[in-house]
């Protein structure tokens, strides 16, 4: 059981904006920055956004993110097949001194 | 270019030990805190812990409190990972990343833990 929620699947059709949402609590997502990765399949998780809803630099702009109270979103915009992939939202967690993560949310472009 | 590179995976009985290294490159390695992420087969992503820049301040998952040490030697631009007692669960993919926003992460390195 992870602590912050992600919904497990999602999908799409190329062209499309699909939302992934995610929620957390006062002691995480309430009192810091959320953090979205991408993990293409075998691969590392790579960064896709920070600090709510900052890209680091090479990130298309189809990529964006927010946060509001305890929960926050990723939202993709003019999907595209090589989308598809694990997103994990993460937030430091105050009370448990660790970074907590959500279950993920596996992307299907249809 | 920043590269985190992991090694020191392997298969292990249960009840034994293994030490992970991960080695830096492409950045000041002590101007940043760091990391370990770990991914049990086809599971989701699981922190595990973390030293401060100097070493000095680590902290914790509950899962490996008291059988696993991070250390850090910024001399040598390395991250190392101690495991002790080390059990079937603790089988998966282990990641250091960089930094206070898990900037960058390595390849991985694979811990099997099996008799």
């Known amino acids: 059981q992870s602590v912050l929620t992600q919904p497990p699947s999602a999908s799409g059709t190329p062209g499309q904006r699909v939302t992934i949402s995610c929620s957390g609590s006062?002691?995480?997502?309430?009192?810091?920055?959320v953090y979205w990765y991408q993990q293409l399949p075998g691969t590392a998780p790579k960064l896709l956004i920070y600090?709510?809803?900052q890209r680091p630099s090479g990130v298309p702009d189809r990529f964006s993110g927010s946060k509001s109270g305890t929960s926050a979103s990723l939202a993709i915009s003019g999907l595209r097949s090589e989308d598809e992939a694990d997103y994990y939202c993460a937030a430091w967690d105050d009370s448990l001194s660790g970074w907590v993560f959500g279950g993920g949310t596996k992307l299907t472009v249809l | 270019e920043v590269q985190l590179v992991e090694s020191g995976g392997g298969l292990v009985q249960p009840g034994g030990s293994l030490r992970l290294s991960c080695a830096a490159s492409g950045f000041t390695f002590s101007s940043y805190e760091m990391n370990w992420v770990r991914q049990a087969p086809g599971k989701g992503l699981e922190w595990i812990s973390y030293?401060?820049?100097?070493?000095?301040?680590?902290y914790y998952a509950d899962s490996v409190k008291g059988r696993f040490t991070i250390s850090r030697d910024n001399a040598k631009n390395s991250l190392y990972l101690q495991m002790n007692s080390l059990r079937a669960e603790d089988t998966a993919v282990y990641y250091c990343?960089?930094?206070?926003?898990?900037?960058?992460w390595g390849q991985g390195t694979l811990v099997t833990v099996s008799s």
């Open positions: 990343a960089r930094g206070s926003g898990l900037g960058y």
């Open positions: 006062s002691s995480n997502i309430g009192s810091n920055y």
């Open positions: 030293i401060s820049r100097s070493g000095s301040t680590m």
């Open positions: 600090s709510n809803n």
